[in-house]
Every structure is written in structure tokens, then in C-alpha cells.
């Protein structure tokens, strides 16, 4: 079995998983703001996982780790700096322990699903701010793989921003005083797909994805304003620079736990 730990900014799931990709056990709770609570809140977790015996664990940080180490620099949305995860984990789990990027595993889960169809893979999450990852043939891109598109300095309101300060789920919140699941109207939504298409747009011409897929909790919505989104978008595309087919993710809300087996299994399968 297979190990999936997603640590998010406000809840963390863990989850099971059987050798051909069954999800057989989660259980998700509330992302204790202090570390040294969190590590006690999840070996509390993982011992309703006993009865599991793991070949591989991989655990989703939201930031920037150094993989050699296992250590997680910076959390997105956690005031945690220089954690020691891997380390940590191995406390609690008899088994091998991988540390990767959320985006990075959600990217791969997603691209996995369309792999039949699409080789290069650009994934955006559009949660509180927006991750991105890109996958080429099923795989996470190494030279992308420290990607932070959220992070983009762009033009907005007459002064350079990032794109998610003015984009993301929670510029969204601001500006409109409502989640993304309490806006319906078209024109909200026309303004929101304007802000999106700004980076999507700059992110294309650098990229040139064979497809972009939306998830996250603003992804969720994309029924919502995916008709208009490929309206700006197109607004912005040339010869050179074409705007892919734009599709939402198939797990908005698992596509990280899913890219932690995929890609725990190809490290195991890697050992053999």
C-alpha cells in the first residue's frame, strides 16, 4: 500500500492507497497552526492507519522544499519556514518518505488522466492563491518543477502585483465580499475570467501547454465562467502563441492525494 499526506493551509488529508490505485482509507482534519501541534495531531491521525503496511509515503507541502534534504523552506500558507518533514514523518512511518510540491502533484494526477491525449500538462490551482505544475508524458517537469506562477509580477490596476494578490480565491473574497461558490452572475464572473486570462496568457507564451487544467476551489466552479475565460483568453491569442484547450480538472479535491500514489508508486517502481 501506498501513503498520501496533503498538507494544506487550513486542512490536511491523509489517505491509503492499495498497490493498483484504489484510495482504501482517508481521514482529513483541521491544520493545527503550530508545527510541533500538527506533528502530534497527525502520528494521532496515522495510527488509524496500524493495521497498513507501506511501501512508499509521499507527503504534499504547499511551497518550496529542497528534495535532497526532505526539508520544506517555505509554506504558501503556513508561517513554517525550513521544517524538516521527511525527517519528522519517519518518526511515525515505517517506510520510505518522498516531499514534493502540491501543485506539482495535482499536476501529475491530472495529466495522468489525460495522458492519452495531451503530452505537455499545465495545471493551475485556484484556492486561496494559485500553484501551478506542469507534467510532460505523465511526468512532473524538473525544470519547472520550482514553478510558483501565483507569484508573477503583472500589471493590474496601474502597478506591478502578483498575479494571485489580484486573481486567486481569496482576491476574489476580497473584492467581492463572497466565495467563489456564492457568485452567479455572469458579469462577476466576466471580471474574475478577465484577471485569470492576464497570467493564463503570459503563462501560454512561456509554456505552450498542449492543455490547461483548472482545479482547486475556485476550479471547482468552472462551469461557472469557463465559456468566459475562453472568451478573454482568445482575445490574447496569436499564431505564435495559440491558447490551448482549457479543461477542468477531474479531482478538484483529491488531485493531490492521487498525484502522492502515482507518484510513490513510479519511486518504488524506480528501486525494482
Same mark, same amino acid.
Given at each position: 500500500m501506498y501513503l498520501a %499526506?496533503? %498538507?494544506?493551509g487550513t486542512k490536511t488529508l491523509v489517505a491509503s492507497f492499495t498497490n493498483d490505485g484504489t484510495l482504501s482509507k482517508s481521514l482529513r482534519f483541521k491544520?493545527? =497552526? #503550530? /508545527? #510541533?501541534m500538527f506533528k502530534g495531531v497527525l502520528k494521532a491521525a496515522l495510527a488509524r492507519f496500524s493495521d497498513h503496511k507501506f511501501l512508499y509515503a509521499c507527503v504534499a507541502v504547499p511551497g518550496k522544499i529542497d528534495r535532497k534534504r526532505g526539508v520544506a523552506i517555505a509554506f504558501g500558507n503556513l508561517d513554517w519556514e525550513n521544517i524538516p518533514i521527511r525527517k519528522d514523518l519517519k518518526e511515525f512511518i515505517r517506510c520510505p518518505v518522498l516531499v514534493e510540491n502540491d501543485a506539482n502533484l495535482a499536476g501529475l494526477s491530472e495529466a495522468i488522466n489525460v495522458l492519452s491525449k495531451y503530452r505537455k500538462v499545465l495545471y493551475l490551482t485556484i484556492s486561496t492563491g494559485i500553484g501551478s505544475g506542469i507534467a510532460i508524458d505523465g511526468m512532473i517537469d524538473p525544470d519547472f518543477e520550482d514553478s510558483e506562477a501565483g507569484q508573477m509580477m503583472l @500589471?493590474?490596476? #496601474? *502597478?506591478? @502585483?502578483p498575479w494571485e494578490d489580484f486573481a486567486s480565491g481569496? &482576491? %476574489? =473574497? =476580497? *473584492? /467581492?465580499? =463572497?466565495? &467563489?461558490i456564492e457568485i452567479n452572475d455572469k458579469k462577476t464572473w466576466r471580471e474574475i475570467s478577465h484577471n485569470l486570462a492576464i497570467g493564463i496568457n503570459s503563462l501560454v507564451a512561456v509554456i505552450q501547454p498542449d492543455v490547461i487544467i483548472i482545479g482547486g476551489s475556485v476550479g471547482t466552479h468552472f462551469k461557472k465562467y469557463g465559456e468566459l475565460l475562453d472568451a478573454e483568453l482568445d482575445k490574447y491569442s496569436t499564431p505564435l502563441t495559440p491558447v490551448p484547450p482549457i479543461i477542468h480538472a477531474k479531482r478538484s479535491e483529491e488531485a493531490v492525494i492521487y498525484g502522492c500514489y502515482y507518484f510513490a508508486k513510479e519511486a518504488h517502481a524506480n528501486l525494482a
Open positions: %499526506i496533503d %498538507i494544506g491544520t493545527p =497552526k #503550530d /508545527y #510541533d @500589471q493590474h490596476n #496601474d *502597478r506591478m @502585483q481569496r &482576491a %476574489i =473574497k =476580497k *473584492r /467581492y465580499s =463572497k466565495l &467563489a
